[in-house]
């Protein structure tokens, strides 16, 4: 029995190094400096011999062709008003599906549930087609505008309102309130675990999200995201990788979202209870 | 989860680690959301056009920016298009982009080929070894005496977190010739990600095969070598393979947990009652049980691998010698890079069929198991 535990634990201390040790050589090699990085790639401490600890990484963040200043705000910008815009729409429709009777119902969740299995690099063609033709190619509504509508999103949210009961929306209509006010007043703050769990998931996907602004803004650096920032830096470079650089960018591009995290972890259970419902 | 963007599944389910997550092993597991009794009705009466305007504003936009794009991927792919002009002003060809990559001759089908040969192994690794560690590790974790759960949840799962591109970037730099990983292994420092040789051709060179038999090298299929079929990820192929295992293994440990913690103590200890060691307990009742959740990873794990992107991208765009190259990338080169865009809506359209059939198989067995 002893001998089990220790293995156990053995195991799981093995696979938390595997998982943590590269963040932590990312976050010390962002200080080094590029000879230091070259010479020594393991060690977690800056060798004097070449140069001791430095900011150069971080200056190199913000030049002609690295952005990531701009990027970020990019980012910023994007994350929060295609989650907003998501989480409302997607209660809206939600609400609509669960608690609501109107003929076609039916059809617009099976519309749901077959978008739900469409995957996302079939539609790259048309959706730049569409973006196109809209004249939203390289625009920031072109860039925020398509990750605004989720099928999983307002699935989700079909789920959460199915599971208040009726009562409320009856007694909400006896006191004389409108159809909005029920809504907005009374179910939406009761629906409030699940608009947190929406919430999260959506700043974690919008803000990591690569394929849509690859496609949506190919031809306006200035409109990167983070992700579409930094897969093209290191094309912009040739062949002398500035690591330091580089891999202070990817924490950069990390940090937010670990905060997130790290804040609000246990709102996920929704989310995990919701990937089980999807499947 | 996608796994990646979306549904595209690189972070196919969005999960976190929490002790008390509400089992999801059942296909109706409702998400928690308060002390009431779950009640389905549709008690708005006279609501219709309420409804309609309720549900309006997200479906018009999943119409214009989901639904109509899937129609038009299909309607392009059946047209003579290079994607720099307006697909209206094109000809209809038929299924002449189809036969042109699947029957002719020609780079073209040979790069399907090659893409699927690639994807097809990157599959073959990803999927059972990310199944395979996160159930490991997720049994471990279930142990009730542990102590540091929190702490060992929270570092595997991290990585599931994080942008694709920045883990993609990380490990380029722990794989460099010059890096952290070549530093760690003994032997010679080789540059993985632009090494093209394949894993399966390395075996067989150690144990004395070098040259393959001549046959396999003048025939082959779809344009691509008996040899190349059979040669195994390269092992620039083989280093995306890892940082994709690495960053899912968290997401499927997390489902795994869940799954585990929904299997009641007492049928466990039932069969310890029973005389059963704790490896058969393990083997002929943790395991018959876990199998919905098995299958369920397996699913997503098949549907997310099989759209790789993200990764292909900000590696080598398919290099080395176009041993990481995949069909979903391929769609994207072909459209915004060759300027075939019709060819590259077809290829869009075949993935799309092998994603569904991969979805369709699955649940097929999860059924024909289920009702064992």
């Known amino acids: 029995m002893e001998v089990r535990k220790v293995l156990g634990y053995v195991v799981l201390i093995f696979f938390a190094l595997i998982f943590i040790f590269p963040f932590v050589l990312v976050l010390v090699s962002s200080f080094k400096t590029l000879p230091d990085i070259q010479a020594n790639p393991v060690q977690l401490w800056a060798d004097p011999e070449y140069g001791g600890w430095t900011l150069d990484g971080i200056r190199g963040l913000n030049t002609e062709s690295v952005r990531i200043p701009r990027w970020f705000l990019n980012s910023t910008v994007v994350t929060v008003i295609a989650t907003l815009g998501r989480v409302f729409l997607a209660s809206m429709a939600g609400y609509a599906l669960a608690k609501m009777s109107y003929p076609g119902k039916q059809i617009l969740f099976g519309l749901i549930i077959v978008l739900l299995a469409v995957p996302g690099v079939v539609l790259l063609i048309p959706k730049f087609l569409i973006l196109k033709q809209l004249g939203l190619l390289n625009t920031y509504a072109g860039l925020i505008l398509p990750l605004v509508f989720d099928a999983f999103a307002i699935f989700l949210m079909k789920q959460f309102f199915e599971q208040l009961p009726d009562e409320l929306i009856e007694a909400a209509a006896i006191d004389g309130a409108s159809a909005w006010q029920t809504f907005s007043r009374v179910m939406l703050p009761l629906a409030a675990p699940g608009l947190i769990a929406l919430t999260i998931l959506s700043v974690q996907g919008i803000w990591n999200e690569f394929l849509h602004p690859l496609i949506a803004v190919p031809g306006a650096p200035e409109l990167a995201t983070l992700p579409l920032g930094l897969a093209n830096l290191r094309a912009s470079f040739g062949q002398a990788q500035p690591w330091n650089t580089i891999l202070a960018g990817t924490l950069i591009t990390t940090i937010p979202i670990a905060i997130v995290f790290f804040t609000f972890q246990r709102y996920f259970v929704q989310g995990v209870a919701a990937t089980g419902v999807k499947g | ?372």
Do not use: C
């Open chain 2, 1 to 372: 989860m996608t796994t990646g963007s979306g549904g595209r599944v690189d972070d196919p389910a969005p999960a976190v680690p929490v002790a008390e997550a509400p089992p999801i092993v059942s296909e109706a597991a409702p998400a928690a959301a308060g002390p009431f009794k779950v009640r389905r009705g549709t008690p708005l009466k006279g609501a219709s056009g309420l409804g309609w305007l309720f549900s309006a504003p997200a479906f018009t936009g999943l119409l214009v920016f989901v639904a109509i794009p899937i129609v038009l991927t299909a309607w392009v792919s059946l047209r003579d298009w290079s994607g720099l002009v307006s697909p209206f002003a094109t000809e209809y060809v038929g299924f002449e982009n189809y036969n042109e990559l699947l029957f002719e001759d020609g780079v073209r089908r040979t790069d399907l080929a090659i893409s699927i040969r690639n994807n097809f192994y990157y599959v073959l690794f990803v999927v059972p070894m990310q199944t395979a560690i996160a159930f490991v590790l997720a049994v471990i974790l279930n142990n009730k005496f542990l102590k540091g759960k929190g702490f060992f949840r929270t570092s595997y799962y991290f990585p599931s977190i994080t942008s694709s591109i920045a883990v993609t970037l990380i490990f380029l730099f722990l794989f460099q010739t010059s890096g952290a990983i070549n530093a760690i292994l003994p032997g010679e420092s080789i540059n993985w990600f632009d090494n093209a040789n394949g894993l399966f051709h390395n075996a067989l060179g150690v144990i004395g095969i070098e040259d393959p038999p001549v046959w396999m090298i003048e025939n082959g299929f779809m344009g691509v070598t008996y040899w190349q079929w059979i040669a195994g990820p390269s092992v620039a192929m083989f280093a995306i393979i890892l940082l994709v295992t690495w960053t899912s293994i968290g997401t499927f440990m997390l489902i795994f947990l869940a799954g585990l913690q929904s299997i009641p103590e007492s049928v466990e200890e039932a069969a310890k009652v029973d005389g059963a060691s704790t490896f058969q307990t393990f083997w002929h009742v943790t395991i018959p049980l876990m199998k919905p959740t098995i299958f369920f990873v397996v699913t997503i794990g098949l549907i997310a691998t099989w759209q790789v992107f993200d990764q292909i991208y900000a590696t080598n765009f398919g290099g080395p010698q176009k041993t990481t190259l995949t069909p979903a990338f391929l769609t994207y080169f072909q459209s915004f890079t060759n300027s075939e865009a019709a060819l590259g809506a077809a290829i869009a359209m075949l993935l799309l069929l092998v994603i569904m059939f991969s979805t369709f198989l699955q649940r097929r067995f999860i059924k024909s198991t289920g009702e064992r």
